[in-house]
């Protein structure tokens, strides 16, 4: 085993070790917010293009069935409640699933090609996070109702939160809109989404959210579909676009750093993607990859949503060497490894 391999080990080995001590789920509840990245099913409910309840998604998850996530299995926030010790994943709170019982191990609001700004979320039909945040207050007096003000207190406090936006409000709005762009420079445009985050996390906490892990965005020149769109030809990583993603999250963590300040008992965790994703890609064969360019379905380019379907000529036959499973979502081979990551850096949340 090399090095890289013994660290990844050991998050899980913190893990084991509150497993063991606590034999239950470390956690009452997760909550999920955002975008594609999280979303396990909420577009499927909407009058939207953005949708992935089809083959071939879905063919590695249970029972080889696509469920509205866009990959070609688990995303990474399924291992992430698989290693906390849930059993089942909180259900997409549009779904049918998202009655009784269910709710009180959490619920996801995520929608695919939601964002920070509203008016992303407004170009795709998507669900915004502004009504994600009404759906929670809902889904919070369905919980109250079930099992009183008290436990219902508790468990909303002592609940993961997690959130997951910023890459659509810049790949599928800035960068291919030319008033936007001609409005906003990225920082600019960087310090508008930080205002919505901020507005965000501190209804959050207004509403008894005490535990709150953001996700940061990812090497965003580095995605098959944002080599093909902006690489200008080229087939390496869109430096300007990843210069923009290091700068949005260094605002993110600032940010961040100003909430806690601001609200006490409030645990805040910036998980960072980039530098995990980054080296997966930089170093393929030392996490088993083949193939870190192209994505697994169709040519491997930019197919996404209805362009990755059935009939996409090309798409592989095994994603497990594929760091990306579509042009802009990681297959469920790289979300394994970031949901080790991830938990690694988000100990402060489950202890």
Request: aromatic share 12%; proline share 5%.
């Amino acid at each position: 085993m090399g090095f890289s391999g013994f660290l990844l080990l050991l998050p899980l080995c913190a893990l084991l070790f509150f497993s063991h001590v606590r034999a239950q789920s470390i956690v009452p509840a997760i909550i999920i917010f955002g975008d594609s990245i999280v979303d396990v099913g909420n577009n499927n409910f909407l009058l939207t293009i953005v949708k992935s309840n089809f083959p071939p998604y879905g063919r590695d998850f249970i029972n080889r069935t696509p469920t509205g996530r866009f990959c070609n299995g688990k995303l990474a926030v399924d291992f992430s409640a698989e290693y906390t010790g849930f059993s089942s994943y909180p259900p997409a709170y549009l779904s049918p699933q998202a009655t009784g019982q269910n709710l009180l191990i959490g619920a996801n609001f995520a929608s695919a090609s939601s964002g920070y700004y509203d008016a992303t979320a407004a170009l795709f039909g998507s669900i915004p996070l502004t009504r994600q945040l009404n759906y929670y207050k809902e889904y919070q007096h369905k919980v109250t109702n079930m099992i009183g003000t008290n436990r219902a207190h508790n468990l909303f406090s002592k609940a993961i939160h997690l959130v997951s936006a910023g890459s659509s409000d810049f790949l599928q709005n800035y960068y291919i809109d030319p008033v936007l762009k001609l409005l906003y420079s990225p920082d600019r445009f960087s310090d508008i989404l930080m205002r919505s985050y901020s507005d965000f996390i501190q209804n959050l906490y207004g509403l008894g959210a005490r535990r709150i892990g953001v996700i940061s965005l990812p090497p965003m020149g580095c995605l098959p579909a944002a080599i093909t769109l902006f690489g200008l030809g080229s087939n390496n990583c869109v430096e300007r676009l990843n210069n923009d993603a290091v700068m949005f999250n260094n605002k993110l963590k600032d940010t961040s750093q100003s909430l806690i300040k601001k609200n006490p008992g409030l645990k805040l965790v910036v998980f960072d993607s980039y530098q995990p994703l980054l080296d997966i890609i930089t170093n393929p064969s030392d996490n088993g990859f083949i193939e870190t360019r192209r994505a697994c379905c169709g040519t491997g380019t930019i197919e996404t949503s209805f362009l990755c379907n059935s009939l996409s000529i090309g798409t592989c036959s095994n994603a497990t060497g594929y760091v990306f499973w579509d042009g802009f979502h990681p297959s469920e081979a790289t979300n394994e490894i970031l949901a080790g990551q991830l938990l690694g850096q988000g100990i402060s949340l489950i202890s």
